[in-house]
T-cell receptor
Framework: NAGVTQTPKFQVLKTGQSMTLQCAQDMNHNSMYWYRQDPGMGLRLIYYSASEGTTDKGEVPNGYNVSRLNKREFSLRLESAAPSQTSVYFC???????????????FGPGTRLTVL | AQSVAQPEDQVNVAEGNPLTVKCTYSVSGNPYLFWYVQYPNRGLQFLLKYITGDNLVKGSYGFEAEFNKSQTSFHLKKPSALVSDSALYFCAVRARFKAAGNKLTFGGGTRVLVKP
């Protein structure tokens, strides 16, 4: 049981380049999330998808887009990368949607992104 | 808006001594509270959560946390720390009302260093 997987593990981009971070979960969870982790700031929610076919903005959505491709996959796209987007990105999933806020979120191993 | 404060950037403790990691929160109404641990170069792992009922919550790896409503705190504790407990610990809060959805708000993290 792989849980939540993310690709790539590491990526270096130049300013203005684009890329897509991939996330997949095999737990049949309804909700999926993208966070960024910066030193001293904990994790901040970028976007989330409460169920297949829906996406919503989180705390820091600017400069990002997401796609909930199907129930398993949730991708994060940087259209024009900026140095401020240098961070570690985590994908997470949970069983319930907005009606189940007690559900635990399970995290992937992260993608370390550097934008030069 | 909901928020979490972890007042200590780092906690140092000798192996075998009690470990406490502090967390205070601010949220409208009653909270759901979570603790996660992050080992180097890994994603976050769920430790425990408070939903309702007994204020003392027991979780994985011998950790427990006490919910104190009057002090709006949810401190993480372990009676006897191990070197392997050295990691980054995150407290997180979610509001109970439906409109909050599944949005978790994380604290900035506390690094725990257990010395032999």
């Amino acid at each position: 049981n792989a849980g939540v997987t993310q690709t790539p593990k590491f990526q270096v981009l130049k300013t203005g380049q684009s890329m897509t971070l991939q996330c997949a979960q095999d737990m049949n969870h309804n909700s999926m999330y993208w966070y960024r982790q910066d030193p001293g700031m904990g994790l901040r929610l970028i976007y989330y998808s409460a169920s297949e076919g829906t996406t919503d903005k989180g705390e820091v959505p600017n400069g990002y887009n997401v796609s909930r491709l199907n129930k398993r996959e949730f991708s994060l796209r940087l259209e024009s990368a900026a140095p401020s987007q240098t961070s570690v990105y985590f994908c997470a999933s949970s069983d319930g949607g907005p009606l189940f806020p007690t559900d635990t979120q399970y995290f992937g191993p992260g993608t370390r992104l550097t934008v030069l | 808006a909901q928020s979490v404060a972890q007042p200590e950037d780092q906690v140092n403790v000798a192996e075998g001594n009690p470990l406490t990691v502090k967390c205070t929160y601010s949220v409208s109404g009653n909270p759901y509270l979570f603790w996660y641990v992050q080992y180097p170069n890994r994603g976050l792992q769920f430790l425990l959560k408070y939903i309702t009922g007994d204020n003392l919550v027991k979780g994985s790896y011998g950790f427990e946390a006490e919910f104190n409503k009057s002090q709006t705190s949810f401190h993480l504790k372990k009676p006897s720390a191990l070197v392997s407990d050295s990691a980054l610990y995150f407290c997180a809060v979610r509001a109970r009302f439906k409109a909050a959805g599944n949005k978790l708000t994380f604290g900035g993290g506390t690094r725990v260093l257990v010395k032999p």
